[in-house]
C-alpha cells in the first residue's frame, strides 16, 4: 500500500518542522503537493518509497501537466514545479536516512516562461504615496495608511512582515531595525526621512496601548491587542491606487517590487537588493535585471538614432 510512502512522507513534514524550523504554511504546502504525489503513486501500483523510479516520476509530470485548477486551467509552470520542488526534498531527506529510492538530483524543473515584474512608475508611485493625505478620514488613519505605504517603500516588507511590526520593533533614531521573514531568516531594513517623520507622527497620536505598529482603526471594532491583518493592507493599498487613478493592480508585493526596482535603476548592485529584499538565492533577485540594466539603458541612449 501507498501507506508506507505516506508514513515516510508523515516522517520528513515533521523533520521539516521540527529541525529545519519550516513555518506552518510551507509544511502545508508540502503536505498538499507530497500527498498527491502519494495518491498517485498508489493508483499506478507503487507500494514503497523503493519502487519510486524514473518511470513513475515521468508519469506524475505528465499527470501534473494535463491537470486542471479549480478554474479550469492548466498548472501553472510554477505550481507544476512546486510539486517536484517538494518531491525532492523528500527524496532528499530519505538519501540522508539511508533508504533506497530515486536519486533527487534527476529530477529536473519544468522550464518557466521568465516571470514579469509588476511596478509603480514614478509619477504613480508619487501619486498613491501622497493618497492618504488626499481624504478625508480622521486624521489618525491618515496618519497610519501613509505611514503603511512610505514602510512598505521604504523597506520592501512583505505584507505579512509589515502586519506583524511591533512599535519596539523599529527604533526611530537608528533609521534601521531588523525583521524576520521567510524561513525564519533575520535581516536588516531601512527608513527612509519620510517613512521614520511619517512613523513618528503617526506614533504621537496613538492613544491605545497596543504593541503593534499597524492596528484596526474602526471604531465599531472592539480593541484588541492583535495587529491589522494583511488582507486588510491589500485592500488599503488598493484603495489608494484607485484614489491616485492607477489603472493596473496594485498590491503590497508591488510596492515591494517597486523599492527593489527603483534601488537598483539607482545604481545598486544586484547583491545587495538580494539581502535587502531577503531572497536565499539570487535568482530570484534577477527578475528585475531585465527591466533595470543601466548599461543596456546607456547603449540605447548613447547609440540608437544617431543618423536620423
Same mark, same amino acid.
Given at each position: 500500500?501507498?501507506?508506507?510512502?505516506?508514513?515516510?512522507?508523515?516522517?520528513?513534514?515533521?523533520?521539516?518542522?521540527?529541525?529545519?524550523?519550516?513555518?506552518?504554511?510551507?509544511?502545508?504546502?508540502?503536505?498538499?503537493?507530497?500527498?498527491?504525489?502519494?495518491?498517485?503513486?498508489?493508483?499506478?501500483?507503487?507500494?514503497?518509497?523503493?519502487?519510486?523510479?524514473?518511470?513513475?516520476?515521468?508519469?506524475?509530470?505528465?499527470?501534473?501537466?494535463?491537470?486542471?485548477?479549480?478554474?479550469?486551467?492548466?498548472?501553472?509552470?510554477?505550481?507544476?514545479?512546486?510539486?517536484?520542488?517538494?518531491?525532492?526534498?523528500?527524496?532528499?531527506?530519505?538519501?540522508?536516512?539511508?533508504?533506497?529510492?530515486?536519486?533527487?538530483?534527476?529530477?529536473?524543473?519544468?522550464?518557466?516562461?521568465?516571470?514579469?515584474?509588476?511596478? %509603480?512608475?514614478?509619477? /504613480? +508611485? $508619487? &501619486?498613491?504615496?501622497?493618497?492618504?493625505?488626499?481624504?478625508?478620514? *480622521? @486624521?489618525?488613519?491618515?496618519?497610519?495608511?501613509?505611514?503603511?505605504?512610505?514602510?512598505?517603500?521604504?523597506?520592501? %516588507?512583505?505584507?505579512? /512582515? +509589515? $502586519? &506583524?511590526?511591533?512599535?519596539?520593533?523599529?527604533?526611530?533614531?537608528? *533609521? @534601521?531595525?531588523?525583521?524576520?521573514?521567510?524561513?525564519?531568516?533575520?535581516?536588516?531594513?531601512?527608513?527612509?526621512?519620510?517613512?521614520?517623520?511619517? +512613523?513618528? &507622527?503617526?506614533?504621537?497620536?496613538?492613544?491605545?496601548?497596543?504593541?503593534?505598529?499597524?492596528?484596526?482603526?474602526?471604531?465599531?471594532?472592539?480593541?484588541?491587542?492583535?495587529?491589522?491583518?494583511?488582507?486588510?493592507?491589500?485592500?488599503?493599498?488598493?484603495?489608494?491606487?484607485?484614489?491616485?487613478?492607477?489603472?493596473?493592480?496594485?498590491?503590497?508585493?508591488?510596492?515591494?517590487?517597486?523599492?527593489?526596482?527603483?534601488?537598483?535603476?539607482?545604481?545598486?548592485?544586484?547583491?545587495?537588493?538580494?539581502?535587502?529584499?531577503?531572497?536565499?538565492?539570487?535568482?530570484?533577485?534577477?527578475?528585475?535585471?531585465?527591466?533595470?540594466?543601466?548599461?543596456?539603458?546607456?547603449?540605447?541612449?548613447?547609440?540608437?538614432?544617431?543618423?536620423?
Amino acid at each position: 500500500m501507498s501507506d508506507q510512502i505516506k508514513q515516510n512522507i508523515n516522517a520528513f513534514l515533521e523533520y521539516m518542522e521540527a529541525e529545519r524550523g519550516l513555518s506552518e504554511k510551507t509544511i502545508s504546502n508540502y503536505h498538499f503537493y507530497l500527498h498527491r504525489f502519494a495518491d498517485f503513486a498508489k493508483e499506478h501500483k507503487i507500494t514503497s518509497v523503493e519502487k519510486i523510479d524514473r518511470d513513475i516520476i515521468h508519469q506524475f509530470r505528465l499527470y501534473l501537466s494535463r491537470l486542471k485548477d479549480h478554474a479550469g486551467e492548466p498548472l501553472k509552470k510554477n505550481t507544476q514545479n512546486y510539486h517536484l520542488i517538494a518531491l525532492r526534498g523528500f527524496l532528499k531527506y530519505l538519501v540522508k536516512n539511508d533508504i533506497d529510492s530515486f536519486q533527487p538530483e534527476k529530477i529536473e524543473l519544468a522550464k518557466q516562461d521568465p516571470r514579469q515584474v509588476a511596478f %509603480l512608475e514614478g509619477v /504613480e +508611485l $508619487a &501619486k498613491i504615496l501622497e493618497a492618504p493625505t488626499k481624504t478625508g478620514d *480622521d @486624521e489618525i488613519m491618515q496618519l497610519r495608511d501613509k505611514a503603511m505605504l512610505e514602510l512598505f517603500f521604504s523597506t520592501g %516588507l512583505r505584507v505579512s /512582515e +509589515l $502586519a &506583524k511590526l511591533k512599535i519596539e520593533d523599529v527604533n526611530l533614531k537608528k *533609521d @534601521e531595525f531588523t525583521v524576520r521573514g521567510k524561513g525564519k531568516k533575520v535581516r536588516i531594513v531601512f527608513l527612509s526621512d519620510t517613512a521614520r517623520d511619517c +512613523l513618528h &507622527k503617526y506614533f504621537g497620536k496613538r492613544m491605545d496601548v497596543n504593541p503593534y505598529i499597524f492596528i484596526n482603526l474602526d471604531r465599531a471594532r472592539k480593541t484588541t491587542d492583535e495587529p491589522i491583518t494583511p488582507r486588510s493592507i491589500e485592500r488599503i493599498v488598493v484603495k489608494y491606487a484607485k484614489l491616485a487613478g492607477i489603472m493596473k493592480e496594485v498590491t503590497p508585493h508591488t510596492l515591494r517590487h517597486s523599492y527593489a526596482t527603483d534601488l537598483l535603476m539607482n545604481g545598486a548592485d544586484i547583491r545587495s537588493v538580494q539581502a535587502m529584499l531577503g531572497h536565499s538565492s539570487i535568482t530570484t533577485t534577477q527578475v528585475y535585471t531585465h527591466i533595470t540594466d543601466q548599461q543596456l539603458r546607456k547603449v540605447h541612449k548613447d547609440f540608437h538614432g544617431k543618423k536620423r
